[in-house]
């Protein structure tokens, strides 16, 4: 597979975002045409696009359009205005931040150029963005293919694919790099309540592409993988602590010590832009609560009687102990984390 040949979820179309709305799938495939900061940060914060390394890249491109907005007002406030506005949209996605520290880097020295030139600069800098993730991914899933057999079923939560980022994906990036090398994987999607991740996105991706690949509800993960029909779980990151310890949507942390009890492989697949080494640990971790609303419905209707309160934690954090390896864009890290993930950032460095 080339970068060419890969189907993107988030791109420029002239002077635009064209955005595949994830909200509306698999029943409607709407794109969103975006083309200032404001839009695109209620897209990243309604989940029109979610997974950490896509929302990087939208950020990068609404930082690009902050010249926009306030035809009277000094780029400088402009940029950081944009910035702020993006970087309050989700607090746990680390590449969310990544990008708006790279687009910053990026305006700093064309600050002092005229709006149109500083955003030529700017789109020129998140075309950047996006390119390098879809080859990240792409070298994610060279790697990891080494890690899979094909012999049982890979089990995967939320959506790690194509839809989470610029291209072809992390987790499912992995699975599609087995795939091409030859082996015949299937997969074992977990719905992922509330917001269906694993139903909705990664089932539609993959049945898309012609993968094999069954539904299970959540809660089934532990029969499935007690009865030795799966050989790995593969999941993706939103943030990845120096130790090691990983943030990813809420019920990682679940299925790895399910994993962990019966035997079975558990492996993160993420960018190196997804591991923040300044995060000393998973505690350190900002963790992202969302209305309750989103858990009392269910496809639009309401599952719970009225006046019943509900949380929504997005996310949960895996300890270091349950994860195999940690497949990035440089390395297939092993424990001890702490050594081997700073010598993959150093890499891509």
């Not at 390394?53 to 010249?67: D, E, K, T």
């Not at 790690?160 to 082996?183: H, M, N, P, S």
């Not at 990682?252 to 010590?257: C, E, G, H, I, P």
Request: charged share 20%; hydrophobic share 45%.
């Amino acid at each position: 597979m080339s970068a060419d040949n890969v189907f993107r979820p988030l791109y420029r179309d002239g002077r635009r975002l064209a955005l595949l709305d994830q909200r509306l799938l698999p029943a409607d495939e709407v794109w969103l045409s975006l083309e200032t900061a404001p839009e695109i940060a209620l897209a990243i914060r309604d989940m029109a696009v979610r997974g950490a390394p896509a929302i990087g890249v939208a950020a990068a491109y609404g930082a690009a359009f902050s010249m926009r907005s306030g035809a009277s007002t000094p780029p400088s406030e402009r940029f950081g205005v944009a910035k702020r506005l993006l970087a309050s949209t989700r607090p746990t996605a680390v590449n969310l931040f990544a990008a708006l520290e790279r687009m910053e880097r990026a305006f700093e020295p064309v600050a002092a150029r005229p709006p149109e030139a500083i955003e030529d600069a700017l789109i020129h800098e998140a075309d950047a963005v996006a390119a390098e993730d879809i080859e990240a991914c792409l070298r994610i899933g060279r790697l990891g293919a080494e890690l899979l057999r094909g012999e049982k079923a890979v089990m995967t939560h939320c959506n790690a694919g194509a839809l989470a980022t610029a291209g072809y994906g992390t987790a499912l990036g992995v699975i599609r790099g087995a795939i091409e090398a030859g082996k015949a994987i299937r997969v074992l999607s977990c719905e992922t309540r509330p917001f269906l991740q694993g139903a909705r996105l990664t089932a539609w991706e993959l049945s898309r592409d012609g993968i094999p690949v069954e539904l299970i509800t959540d809660s089934m993960a532990g029969h499935f993988l007690s009865r030795g029909e799966v050989e790995a779980v593969v999941v993706g990151a939103d943030r990845i602590a120096a130790n090691g310890d990983v943030a990813n949507k809420i019920g990682t942390y679940s299925l790895a010590v399910l994993a962990k009890e019966n035997g079975i492989p558990f492996y993160v697949a993420a960018p190196t832009t997804t591991v923040d080494l300044d995060c000393p640990d998973g505690a350190s971790i900002p963790i992202e609560e969302r209305s309750g609303s989103e858990v009392l419905s269910f496809a639009g209707q309401t599952i719970a009687p009225a006046g019943v309160s509900a949380r929504y934690a997005a996310f949960d954090v895996t300890p270091a102990r349950y994860i195999t390896a940690i497949v990035t864009d440089r390395a297939i890290c092993r424990p001890p984390y702490a050594s081997s993930l700073r010598a993959a950032g150093r890499a891509r460095a």
